[in-house]
């Protein structure tokens, strides 16, 4: 009796150890994956003072996702790049619902508590943002937001052509 298996079926190495009953080799257990995307919002540093402060955040992304450039970069964002980024997104994507970022706080903005559960909702918006098949492969703002130190909302503004509160 012979198995006619679809053409079309799914397979992996991992599906593969999975129904065979045997255990993963050390080389399949810590080969790389077909594609990854790390991100990471760590590091928040306050600057300045009085009126003039302002929160940034490291931004670490590994991946090898080809869309990308750089298989590990390291950029710095404020909550407000964190804003004008969201909104790009939503005018260049309009196929994806793009999620929402955590809430602006008023009082305390400053505590350790409120940054460190800002850091939290950033990072967990940008892990959903990156994550999204369609965001990976046909926004071009994404990698840049990612990426590049050099990134400048005004830019992207620009080309979408739209206004953004200040």
Same mark, same amino acid.
């Given at each position: 009796m012979s198995v006619t298996v679809s053409p079309?079926?799914? $397979? ?6 999975? !129904? ?10 810590? +080969?790389?994956?077909?594609?990854? *995307? ?7 540093? !306050? =600057?300045?003072?009085? /009126? ?9 992304c590994k991946t090898n996702i080809p869309a990308?450039?750089?298989? =590990? $970069? ?6 407000? %790049? ?12 309009? /196929?994806?619902?793009?999620? +929402? ?9 400053? $505590? ?9 909702? *950033? ?15 046909? $926004? ?7 990426? %590049?130190?050099?990134? %400048?909302?005004?830019?992207?503004? *620009? ?8």
């Open positions: 079309f079926a799914r $397979s992996n190495a991992f599906d593969d150890v999975l !129904t065979s009953g045997r255990e993963q080799t050390i080389e399949e257990m810590y +080969s790389v994956p077909e594609s990854f *995307l790390e991100i990471e919002v760590k590091n928040p540093q !306050t =600057h300045g003072f009085g /009126r003039k402060m302002f929160t940034d955040y490291e931004v670490v990308f450039k750089l298989r =590990h $970069s390291i950029v710095r964002r404020r909550y407000s %790049d964190f804003e004008a980024f969201r909104d790009i997104l939503e005018h260049e994507s309009t /196929r994806v619902n793009i999620p +929402s970022l955590p809430g602006k706080v008023f009082t305390n903005r400053f $505590s350790d508590e409120v940054i460190e559960n800002r850091r939290e909702g *950033l990072e967990r918006f940008l892990s959903v943002v990156a994550g999204h098949p369609l965001l990976q492969t046909g $926004s071009k703002v994404l990698c840049a937001f990612l990426q %590049d130190p050099a990134w %400048d909302k005004a830019q992207w503004i *620009l080309i979408y052509q739209y206004p953004v509160d200040s």
